[in-house]
């Protein structure tokens, strides 16, 4: 049986993670793999890079339930897509956005059924990861798509946030800074393959040159360029954090310099 992830906003020090892990579990051994709970209240850009980070990392046929949710109870459509062979559920609010527009393209998309409850169990407007979303993600993972999705929709009717392409250009490239990690790390949307050998790069306050391949190669302190982990360029300050120390955040743009003539 394919398996459950779970992204959310909700934290841990409430119940409402354990409480969609419950339901899933319910009646059924679906495995359940907590991806993060931990994302910031509300930030649905946070949760769609999450998303475009984990989504190839498991097999086929995984249904990745993200909850990032701030008009839930509201008319936003409940939806179930279907992109790069696995199911992804939840509000359609822009969670989809990367793999919409840089990964992988939508494949189908279907509204969520309000599955029956258990008898005796609350159904809550305000908790829709667990009455909603949850118990269609447990319905798909078993196979059981007609109990969990209702009317086709169009791809590209799907809400979407607004994402500049990253662009080559005469005077170089220009891109933006689409995350910063827990370590201040700044993850850009500039594919490697787009550099040269020797590349300069303006962020925030500095100008950084050339390509490391690992933080151990330069100095304590020291701001440097790596290839990160999704294809990317990064910008990283060894032993520090880019983003203060560059004075840099979320959604900034990032300038490659074009190499001389």
């Not at 199911?87 to 279907?110: C, K, M, Q, S």
């Not at 201040?184 to 500095?206: I, M």
């Amino acid at each position: 049986m394919p398996p459950v992830t779970l992204t959310s906003d909700f934290g841990l020090a409430d119940s409402y993670a354990g409480e969609m892990k419950g339901v899933i579990l319910s009646g059924s051994d679906v495995p359940v793999i907590d991806i993060t709970h931990e994302l910031p209240r509300g930030d649905i850009w946070a949760g769609a890079w999450a998303l475009r980070r984990i989504w190839m990392r498991f097999p086929v046929d995984t249904v990745h339930l993200c909850v990032v949710d701030p008009t839930v109870g509201s008319g936003r459509r409940a939806i179930a897509a279907r992109a790069g062979e696995r199911w992804f559920v939840g509000p359609d609010n822009g969670l989809l956005t990367f793999l919409d527009h840089e990964i992988i393209g939508i494949e189908a998309v279907r509204s969520v059924w309000r599955l029956r409850p258990p008898v005796g169990a609350p159904v809550s407007s305000t908790f829709h990861g667990r009455d909603l979303f949850a118990p269609a993600a447990a319905a798909l993972a078993r196979g059981r798509l007609d109990e969990a999705l209702g009317e086709e929709l169009a791809p590209a009717s799907l809400a979407r946030l607004a994402v500049p392409p990253a662009e080559r250009g005469p005077e170089g490239l220009a891109g933006i800074i689409v995350h910063v990690d827990r370590f201040g790390n700044l993850v850009t949307d500039l594919p490697v393959e787009w550099l040269g050998e020797e590349p300069r790069v303006r962020v925030g306050t500095a100008t950084v040159s050339g390509l490391a391949d690992s933080y151990a190669d330069v100095a304590p302190g020291t701001a440097l360029l790596t290839r990160g982990s999704v294809g990317t360029l990064e910008v990283s300050v060894r032993d520090g954090r880019a983003d203060r120390e560059l004075q840099a955040e979320r959604g900034d743009t990032v300038l490659v310099e074009a190499a001389p003539r």
